[in-house]
């Protein structure tokens, strides 16, 4: 299938950050062939996490790739970096090109079906500084994303993010907003998506 917008981008109308959406960064064909190979290639987990006193199972599966062996932590959890391998180094080297940006790590997120979710957060743990860039890119079932402002009621946004797109959360991004996944009304089939970060 021929992506007719490659280059496309969108720059989301919202204040105090900077959101640039690429709803067609990998064409159907490319985005279909990385997502088998994700789903294959992936050393997938799944952590306990502790909300509110209470602890389970986090609704998702995860898998954390990286340089020098270098730890993320959120959420009380610890996670240790795989090495890159191919599959992640091209996704990777791909996004570095357009955003003029490098990582050093990528967290990976599994949502299994509609019940699988992501809550309201940001990404801003110690070791990715304090004005991060983060770039995601989505495979698989479209899912909605959703944008809110810490202050302001009224800088709110939902998007449904596209097999193959790339969303660059960059400058103010994880300082004045909160970003999640919801869980889904209708059955939803598997998706994949790609945080690239850099840890300091």
């Not at 932590?73 to 955003?99: A, G, R």
Request: glycine content about 4%.
């Amino acid at each position: 299938m021929l992506n007719l917008f490659p280059n496309e981008k969108i720059v989301l109308n919202l204040p105090d950050a900077v959101f640039v959406y690429y709803p067609n960064f990998f064409n159907t064909e490319k985005a279909d062939e990385l997502f088998k190979k994700l789903i294959e290639e992936t050393h997938w987990q799944q952590d306990n996490i502790s909300i509110f006193g209470k602890t389970h199972l986090q609704p998702r599966l995860t898998a954390l790739y990286g340089n020098e062996d270098k730890p993320y932590s959120y959420s009380n959890i610890v996670m240790h970096p795989h090495q890159w391998n191919s599959l992640l180094t091209f996704i990777k080297e791909k996004i570095e090109e357009t955003c003029n940006h490098s990582f050093t790590t990528v967290l990976i997120n599994r949502y299994r079906n509609e019940k699988d979710s992501n809550g309201w957060h940001a990404d801003n743990e110690k070791e990715l500084g304090r004005n991060p860039i983060i770039a995601s890119v989505s495979f698989g079932e479209e899912r909605i994303f959703q944008l809110k402002h810490n202050t302001n009621k009224d800088a709110k946004l939902s998007l449904t993010l596209k097999h193959g797109s790339l969303l660059l959360m960059k400058e103010g991004s994880q300082i004045h907003y909160k970003h999640q996944i919801p869980k889904a009304t209708k059955t939803k089939k598997e998706r994949i998506n790609l945080t690239f970060r850099r840890i300091l």
